[in-house]
């Protein structure tokens, strides 16, 4: 025991010299190391100076009694924590009690006996180490929470530069990467955060197993935002090189997951920055990666920073905050294509697309807005607007005598996602009270693919409140037949690609073809886009095309441009 107690140290403060020798020699038999004051300041400062294991102090003492000592002690932070102990006589219970709520952890009554005086002294020291040790685990949990994230268990973004700042002299790793998937924000938005956090979590650990698997000690992996990773890699020059192995790290995330009984796909981009050609420091190596990544997709696309790919990411941030007021300025608004069945040239409907026209930048294209939409999640109420306009537009021309049968609405992958996507469609048809048929809603094949079961249900029940339904681009994405025949829709659309060549082109003409064939088979009406010339009109007759979509028929056009282009055209 003298072994074990050899390094506890105890302050014993107390004005009579013979308790004070008994407390001494006591301790000192039982292996304790022991210093001594006669009064409180000095005990104070001895205090301070050794942080003693153990306080021993009498309640009356000359120049500062035990209740002045045990509160400027409470009082500092250094000291806070010091077991106190008082040593009282019978009579001084009032002083014992106004003691003991200044934080005094117990007291002895005098006279003691040192078998007494040694159990307590052992009591406290067991107490406090007890007290010491879940102070040290909280310490270390909050220092863990500090630098790691809470979901992966990855070292967080703090953590991550901190650490490559103070490797190799403070010279950044030769390569970081930032990882992003795509996906995330959507779950989020359509699970919840615990499935997105699940999703999140399992990315992780696929990432870490190929990082430690493909680079070993070479790399370090963290999560570095919302739904980011980071990489930093050393070891490695030719970009060449550095695309290949990074494609290899993604290459796990590739393989689906089951979340919540839903089969779901990571969509992934990495971009790179590269010491010390982007950047001088790791914030600004991961800041340029960042900047550098390209669109998300299937298996994950590479891309290495440059001064052209941060001017776009610039103006594609510009964009994204001020696409979040577009629609209170009025900014969005619909343009309306014709659609036109070849069999008597008859006037179907107009597709209706949307566009932006930006006060300061004039008009913006679709391709670059509107992924921007979906990335942000601003897709949801901008598309919900788009479904209201387009059907209040059609139900207004019906109204004024035009005989417009339908109107097509894109759905985005993100809205086709959400939850709430039914009850919005049946409320603006409820609203409207058009016939059935008269609103068509294009989904495009990857999004419609992407699970099937869950597209089946959900497209059979738009079908149900009397929705005409359109599998867009198709040919572009999986062209699961197997699955395709199972989708409850009524239109097929061959993307423009297909069509574009298909006078000149004859493996174009064979493809389209074989598409027209398959959709009759399945009782599918077909719809081709991007028609432009009357030789590519007669070749799609000559296929036994339905109906056809493009510049040679009309552009998109504003809604008050409608009836004069029917008039023109003698569908009015």
Known sequence: MAGQASTTTILVAEDDGSIRAVLNATLRSAGYRVLEADNGPDAFVLAHEHLPDLILSDVLMPGGNGQDLLAALRADPRTADLPFVFLTGLDERESIRAGMNLGADDYLTKPFRPTELLSLVQAQLRRSAKRTEARRQLEAEAQKLREFDSITGLPNRSHFLGRLARTNDGQPSAILASIALGQL????????????????????????????????????????????????????????????????????????????GRRLFFDASVGVAVYPRDGDTPERLLDHAETAEPATAPGGTVAFYSAENSAARGRSVRLLQDLRLAMERGELSLAFQPQIALAGERLVGFEALLRWYHAELGQVAPSEFIPLAEESGLILPIGSWALREAVRQLKGWREEGLEVERVAVNLSPRQFEDPGLVDGV????????????????????????????????????????????????????????????RLPIDVLKIDQMFVRQIVRDAGDAAIVRAVIALAHGFGLKVVAEGVEAQSQVIKLAQLDCDICQGYHYGAPMAANAVAGWMMERGYA
């Open 185 to 260: 924000p959507v779950l989020r938005q359509s699970l919840g955060q615990g499935p997105a956090d699940e999703v999140m979590r399992e990315g992780a650990n696929r990432l870490l197993e190929s990082v430690r698997a493909r680079l070993g000690n070479h790399a370090v992996l963290a999560r570095a935002g919302e739904h980011r990773f980071a990489i930093a890699l050393s070891g490695v020059e030719d970009e060449t090189r550095i695309e290949a192995l990074l494609r290899d790290v993604l290459a796990p995330l590739a393989q689906p997951m089951e979340i919540g």
């Open 426 to 485: 049946r409320a603006v048809l409820a609203q409207a009270g058009l016939p059935h048929g008269s609103l068509e809603l294009e989904i495009t094949e990857s999004a419609a693919l992407h699970d099937p079961e869950r597209a089946i249900a959900l497209m059979s029940t738009l079908s149900e409140l009397g929705v005409a339904l359109a599998l867009d681009d198709f040919g572009t994405g999986y062209s699961n037949l197997s699955q395709l025949k």
